[in-house]
């Protein structure tokens, strides 16, 4: 029997591209998602559709938060500016609004609730290492069980854009988290390993889905003078985009045809915490040129992943 996984990277607002995609998954198969694959992985913005998918929720939804409360996540006031000196001495964005909004998409689920395998990384900053959130875990240990609301709210805590997460397993135990996309953004090789160690990658096929290439240069001409404040964000670009296309070649190395990875590239920059109007629309844009363009694709996956008698 066939182990289909689905992997989502890290990438902010530019999460509404590969919600979008999975949308139409769910259109064409005529079933959630949560019953059209085995394992779900995500980081960061990713993890957050990951941990819908899991709990059983139609991508539609997130594809809502988005729409309808990206400008409060991604929202300070002048007061928060100043005091962060613009982003320059504090985190750009307050925890408030993706806590709320988080806690009012998956209430009080827990981990140990979904009902297919969740992996979600994070990194603990306090103890300096990876953490992998997940369900397979949670369920018979509570120190490894969490509200899917607090790993949401820990995968996604983007250095330098939200402070970090502090949060509490069940059984009490605290962790100080930020954003696993500083090790996983793309945590398809992470996904990959955990099957691996369940029973090989013979039966494995996989779903990945990216948040846009970004194909700005950093030209030398610039960065050979810049320092400590002017590489802070290019940094981070760098890399988020070198290791999810370092994991993607890894999973298509090991999985050959089995591994499809939809990556649209993007037009122009776009930044993580655009939730503007025209940002928004720009990246539904994308998703309608990326779904009209990988129509044949679609189909493969909706072939791949459905079960052999719904299939039929």
């Known amino acids: 029997m066939t182990r289909r996984i689905l992997c989502i990277d890290g990438g902010g607002i530019l999460g509404l591209i590969p919600a979008l995609v999975l949308a139409e998954i769910e259109a064409r198969a005529g079933r959630l998602a949560g019953s059209l694959f085995d394992l779900v992985a995500g980081t960061s913005t990713g993890g957050i559709i990951a941990a819908a998918v899991a709990a059983g929720m139609?991508?539609?939804?997130?594809?809502?938060?988005?729409?309808?409360?990206?400008?409060?996540?991604f929202s300070r006031?002048?007061?928060?500016?100043?005091?962060?000196?613009?982003?320059?001495?504090?985190?750009?964005?307050?925890?408030?609004?993706?806590?709320?909004?988080?806690?009012?998409?998956?209430g009080d689920r827990k981990l140990s609730d979904c009902a297919l395998d969740l992996l979600v990384p994070a990194y603990d900053i306090e103890a300096r290492c990876p953490v992998l959130f997940k369900s397979a875990k949670a369920g018979s240990d509570a120190r490894r069980d969490y509200y899917l609301r607090d790993v949401c709210r820990a995968t996604a805590a983007?250095?330098?854009?939200?402070?970090?997460?502090?949060?509490?397993?069940?059984?009490?135990?605290?962790?100080?988290?930020?954003?696993?996309g500083i090790y996983a953004n793309n945590p398809a090789a992470c996904a990959l390993a955990q099957a691996a160690k369940a029973g090989g990658l013979d039966d494995v096929c996989m779903v990945s889905l990216g948040t846009g290439q970004l194909a700005r240069p950093y030209?030398?001409?610039?960065?050979?003078?810049?320092?400590?404040a002017a590489w802070a964000r290019p940094l981070l670009d760098c890399m988020f985009d070198g290791q999810s296309d370092t994991a993607a070649h890894q999973c298509e190395?090991?999985?050959?045809?089995?591994?499809?990875?939809?990556?649209?590239?993007?037009?122009?920059?776009?930044?993580?915490?655009?939730?503007?109007?025209?940002?928004?629309?720009t990246l539904e844009a994308i998703a309608r040129g990326l779904l009209a363009d990988q129509d044949a694709l679609l189909d493969k996956i909706c072939e791949m992943t459905l079960p052999k008698a719904a299939a039929a």
């Open 77 to 106: 006031s002048t007061g928060h500016r100043l005091a962060t000196g613009f982003g320059l001495w504090g985190p750009q964005y307050g925890a408030a609004g993706i806590e709320t909004d988080l806690a009012d998409v998956f």
């Open 58 to 73: 139609p991508a539609k939804t997130i594809v809502d938060l988005y729409r309808q409360r990206g400008r409060e996540i």
């Open 158 to 180: 983007a250095p330098t854009y939200f402070p970090p997460a502090r949060i509490n397993s069940l059984a009490g135990e605290e962790a100080t988290l930020v954003d696993g």
């Open 253 to 281: 190395t090991l999985l050959g045809d089995r591994a499809i990875r939809l990556q649209p590239a993007l037009p122009r920059d776009l930044a993580m915490d655009d939730a503007g109007e025209e940002a928004l629309a």
């Open 219 to 228: 030209l030398y001409e610039a960065a050979q003078g810049w320092g400590l």
